[in-house]
């Protein structure tokens, strides 16, 4: 499904709402902001995460796109940017512990994969922005049917 269709999908509002729809442009736009918002976390560690929560509850009346690339943001920063951080602390904690016992050099490698992680979901963030900006409907492996489905819940 692309950005039109699910644009499509949102109610009409009254014509004497004062909530005015967003433009497709302007909704691919936020979109993209919302998945760019992760490279604020590489500046202060959680304000992506803020960003991405802020444009969902600034824009969810005004686009049902925008609410739902703005929470699959928000949710993937929550697990795969501030859960893999707290994991990678973890990780080197327990490792330079063992290190003292020589235990710990056989987790260096490991350790070092594990902190990758935060890197390729900056990767895949990017790719979502991207994929927004060109009007596709782009879902985080995972998280992008389950946020669907509790948006959609009545």
């Given at each position: 499904m692309d950005?039109?269709?699910?644009?499509?999908?949102?109610?009409?509002?009254?014509?004497?709402?004062?909530?005015?729809?967003?433009?497709?442009?302007?909704?691919?736009?936020?979109?993209?902001?919302?998945h760019l918002s992760i490279l604020l976390n590489l500046i202060s560690g959680f304000l992506g995460i803020v960003a991405a929560?802020?444009?969902?509850?600034?824009?969810?009346?005004?686009?049902?796109?925008?609410?739902?690339?703005?929470?699959?943001?928000f949710i993937f920063q929550l697990i795969w940017w501030f859960g893999a951080g707290i994991l990678v602390g973890i990780i080197w904690?327990?490792?330079g512990t063992l290190s003292a016992i020589l235990i710990g050099l056989v987790c260096i490698p490991l350790a070092c994969i594990i902190t990758l992680i935060p890197l390729a979901a900056l990767v895949?963030?990017?790719?979502?922005?991207?994929?927004?900006?060109?009007?596709?409907?782009?879902?985080?492996?995972l998280i992008g049917d389950w946020v669907r489905g509790e948006l959609t819940r009545p």
């Open positions: 950005q039109t269709e699910l644009t499509n999908q949102s109610p009409a509002l009254p014509p004497s709402s004062p909530v005015q729809q967003l433009s497709p442009d302007d909704e691919r736009t936020w979109a993209m902001l919302a929560l802020v444009i969902y509850l600034v824009y969810k009346p005004r686009s049902r796109y925008v609410a739902y690339q703005s929470m699959q943001s904690v327990i490792t895949y963030s990017v790719v979502g922005a991207v994929d927004c900006n060109n009007g596709k409907d782009f879902r985080y492996w």
